[in-house]
């Protein structure tokens, strides 16, 4: 019997431990992680030849547990350093509005409709959360929203929105230190309109066709940007892209932001607008959208047995995130607290989740540590929920395993409704997050018609409910295995 052990950078010893039971592989603990017996762990700088990749055919197997355990749960007392929502700002298949958008997902309303913004009569897939009808007037002036790709322009209304929430106007911008003001809002995908023209410029005309928007408008950083721009503020300022994990990686980095000092107020969340034929085409060949064309209010359908894949949506979700010092002395009207986060990686796959579930749970457990909460105290989870056949299931094993008894949780999915705004989602999920909170109700899961065995946890189905949320949870993975969780909970002084 072999075993090797090597030191990590945190100071962890692994070990792996060689067994036999009929031919298979055994896991082996010591306390801190579990491993595949048949993996081998390379001491540091020990570089072998190595046979694996990087492509979607092939993925490493290492198995790394951390315990799904929570000590000595605390929460920030600190004022400097305890986060708060004052704002919040969207725009959506329902509207630019946070309550209206909140009103039709309590009534348990399908935004997915037929796509009509391109021809997509030889699609395979014909329908998505399309915004219709949208309007910038008052947010953009009309050089610009004629010029911007709809990317920017949904993260502009959406981010000016939330900052007229949180009473921060102009002009109320304009006395204070917006050198300690940043903004964080990220895309998983960036200006794909105005990438797929320019290309196409490129290809049919040439070179010197090429608009000189091109760049600025494709890249990922250009929502933080133009808001930035406009509006003057001088703090932090960049951009995630973390696919469909982004609106929360945003939202985790703005508040390390605000709690070392770099800043006293963050606007942060994600944009996307992807529902164009790049977009569509783009995840058709990933073989990852629900093909039923001829019900497309019925596509999105997490954790039913008849779900088949998800259903492509499109936004913005903007959260102002403020110190409770900095929102104190404004007189600013809090919402919501923002207790923590976590991220992690599955180092597993470019596309598919682990059926374990073990990054998500790490995630999730590590988001309770620096929430400085106990599992106990959630009692709502806005699932990622996407409706895909492996997914659904992987979140919900995840959860499981952090989660001994969930009698007391329930659970949903935004996006049987909205679509998968990709990384929008998690931007929009949070105000959805925070709504629950404000108003003691649940949107439901709709098309719940033929529940998975494996699923016992309540997902509000069909119908809403009523629930006094304590902790909620939220959680957005995205393709490289990019899993992130935040907290939200109802603000006590």
Known sequence: MASIATTCSSGLTLRRKELTNNGGSMLQFNGLRAMEA????????????????????KSRVIKAMAAPTVSAPKRET???????????????????????????????????????????????????????????????????????????????????KALEDASLSQDVLETMDRTKIGVLVGSGMGGLTAFSTGVEALIQKGYKKITPFFIPYSITNMGSALLAIDTGLMGPNYSISTACATANYCFFQAANHIRRGDADIMVAGGTEAAVNATGVGGFIACRALSQRNDEPHRASRPWDQDRDGFVIGEGSGVLIMESLEHATKRGANIIAEYLGGGITCDAHHMTDPRKDGLGVSTCITKCLEDSGISPEEVNYVNCHATSTLAGDLAEVNAIKKVFKDTSGIKMNGTKSMIGHGLGAAGGLEAIACIKAINTGWLHPTINQDNLEPAVDIDTVPNVKKQHEVNVAISNSFGFGGHNSVVAFAPFKP
């Open 78 to 160: 600190d004022p400097k350093k305890r986060v708060v929502i004052t704002g919040m700002g969207l725009v959506s298949c329902f509207g630019n509005d946070v309550n209206t958008f909140y009103d039709k997902l309590l009534e348990g309303q399908s935004g997915i409709t037929l796509i009509d913004r391109f021809d997509a009569s030889t699609f395979s897939v014909r329908f998505a959360g399309q915004i219709r009808d949208f309007s910038s007037v008052g947010y953009i002036d009309g050089k610009n929203d004629r010029r911007l790709d709809d990317c920017w322009r949904y993260c502009l209304v959406a981010g000016k």
């Open 38 to 57: 048949n993996q081998v762990v390379a001491p540091s700088g020990f570089n072998p030849s190595w046979s694996g990749s990087t492509s979607g055919s």
